[in-house]
């Protein structure tokens, strides 16, 4: 479920992304409290951003869960059109293209280092395109005709999930999951307190 409404009117561009939380258990605290250096287990919190900053789509999942796999869920539970996606290269897999597609949206994400374009069925011909593209004026060229380089500014809202302490404290995994929603639901607060007002003052 979506922790935010995007303030942006009309199509979204939408951002994914991820960022590691430690978790603070009893197991670490047992071990400490004994004298010997406890184990700290991590989760993901993935996120789906719109261009404005605010938290569209989230996921919390365990470490070792794909990036690619559960970012397709965030696709599917942002509400509204979404006219763009922007991601790392960790998401470039045909699953991505296919759901970004059928949102009808456009897809700027730079292929892995060893990507070449498909030579058989099932195949992404949009991936194939921003392959090609890639091989013919560069990677960081690239970037820069597509408008990959903003990307830092809109991954905030990521590295701000983690400001708390970047920890998870709830024991429990509905506890945590919880914790999570509560940290979007601050992001947006926040990030809904810092846009500027804009007013028209002439023709």
Do not use: F
């Amino acid at each position: 479920m979506a922790p935010g409404r995007s303030l942006v009117t009309g199509p979204i561009h939408l951002i994914i992304d991820s960022a590691g939380l430690s978790i603070v258990g009893e197991g670490e605290w047992a071990a400490v409290k004994h004298g010997h250096r406890g184990t700290r287990g991590w989760k993901k919190l993935h996120l789906g951003v719109d261009g404005s900053g605010v938290v569209v789509a989230h996921a919390l999942t365990g470490r070792h869960v794909d990036d690619a796999t559960t970012a397709l869920d965030l696709i599917g539970n942002v509400d509204g059109d979404v006219r763009c996606l922007t991601a790392d290269a960790a998401y470039d897999t045909l699953g991505i293209y296919e759901a970004a597609g059928a949102r009808g949206a456009t897809v700027v994400i730079p292929p892995t280092r060893t990507a070449a374009v498909s030579g058989r069925r099932p195949r992404s011909t949009a991936r194939d395109r921003t392959i090609q593209q890639v091989q013919e004026v560069g990677r960081r060229q690239w970037k820069k005709d597509s408008g990959y380089h903003q990307r830092p500014v809109w991954r905030t809202p990521s590295s701000g999930s983690r400001s708390s302490g970047r920890a998870l404290r709830a024991r429990s995994p509905g506890g945590r999951g919880s914790e999570a929603v509560l940290a979007c639901n601050i992001l947006n607060r926040m990030t809904a307190l810092g846009r500027p007002t804009s007013y028209r003052v002439g023709q």
